[in-house]
């Protein structure tokens, strides 16, 4: 035994070497479980926008209310839905609804 200490000190780093490995994954995977809960339990619609991009499939299909067709910006629809419906409100957003499709 030329070197007491070499086999304690390569047994330490061994050791601490796994150590480091285990660190290291539980980091890895820590970091995708919030970023899991974060983006589709939490903030649902962060999820969606990972998933399926700006268009989610469902999302051509909704009915809009009034206040989502002010701000969607589709001005062509809302002037068309505004002429048709006379001033009628529950006609205007049906009228909206079906330029919008």
Do not use: W
């Not at 030329?2 to 000190?9: I, L, S």
């Amino acid at each position: 035994m030329k070197y007491p200490f070499y086999r304690e000190t390569r047994q330490k780093i061994m050791k601490l070497g796994l150590t480091v490995n285990r660190i290291v994954l539980m980091s890895v995977i820590g970091v995708f479980a919030f970023i899991y809960v974060t983006s589709f339990i939490i903030f649902p619609e962060i999820g969606e926008k990972i998933l399926y991009g700006k268009h989610p499939p469902e999302e051509k299909y909704k009915q809009l209310e009034y206040s989502q067709i002010i701000t969607s910006g589709n001005y062509n629809c809302m002037e068309t839905a505004s002429i048709k419906a006379q001033g009628d409100l529950p006609k205007f957003i049906k009228e909206f609804n079906k330029c919008n499709e």
